[in-house]
């Protein structure tokens, strides 16, 4: 795993043999920031991430300026690798890691953000009512960003507050926007 852009531009990670996550592709990642950035501030982004796997979205994020950062995996491997590569960065202020199942984590959520990032497993059917659970629960600051990475042979939730899917091979971002 690499950080594709911004302070730690090129750092790589070696991810254990018993990780079992399925990173977002470099080309996907590269192409979604540069979307981010053309939309927002990083500095100023307060910035969920569901599903994270090895942590690589919640460490772009990082390294493009985001200073806090929550993130939600439950397996523990993956979490220890996360953490150690929180302290390789320096990042133990910024970014705060949870272990817990997503769907508990998004039920007891009292906080707001203005992006989150789910990439919930392919295989994962209640994964795509990740968005409803959002709205439903309030998490998302008005003028808010919510990005649903997806398979491409799987459509987008519909939601009244859709924008868009964009497609990087077999992968699909598919964006929400709460007005503000």
């Given amino acids: 795993?690499?950080?594709?852009?911004?302070?730690?531009?090129?750092?790589?990670?070696?991810?254990?043999k018993h990780i079992t996550a399925r990173p977002t592709?470099?080309?996907?990642?590269?192409?979604?920031?540069?979307?981010?950035?053309?939309?927002?501030?990083?500095?100023?982004?307060?910035?969920?991430?569901?599903?994270?796997g090895i942590g690589s979205i919640s460490l772009e994020?990082?390294?493009?300026?985001?200073?806090?950062?929550?993130?939600?995996?439950?397996?523990?491997k993956h979490i220890q690798f996360i953490n150690k590569m929180v302290g390789e960065l320096e990042a133990t202020d910024n970014i705060h890691t949870i272990q817990l199942d997503v769907f508990k984590y998004l039920k007891t959520c009292t906080r707001q953000f203005n992006m989150i990032f789910a990439d919930p497993p392919?295989?994962?059917?209640?994964?795509?009512?990740v968005p409803d659970i959002i709205f439903e629960n309030d998490l998302m600051l008005p003028g808010g960003t919510l990005i649903l990475e997806?398979?491409?042979?799987?459509?987008?939730?519909?939601?009244?507050?859709?924008?868009?899917?964009?497609?990087?091979?077999?992968?699909?971002?598919?964006?929400?926007?709460?007005?503000?």
């Fill in 122 to 129: 392919y295989i994962l059917e209640k994964g795509m009512e």
């Fill in 61 to 76: 994020f990082f390294s493009r300026g985001a200073e806090d950062i929550t993130l939600v995996e439950k397996d523990k």
């Fill in 25 to 52: 592709t470099d080309f996907a990642k590269e192409a979604l920031f540069n979307i981010i950035y053309n939309s927002h501030d990083f500095e100023d982004l307060i910035v969920l991430d569901l599903f994270s």
């Fill in 150 to 180: 997806h398979q491409k042979k799987v459509p987008a939730p519909e939601h009244e507050f859709y924008k868009e899917t964009r497609n990087y091979g077999n992968i699909n971002f598919s964006f929400y926007e709460v007005p503000e």
């Fill in 1 to 16: 795993m690499r950080i594709i852009g911004g302070k730690f531009k090129s750092k790589r990670f070696k991810a254990p």
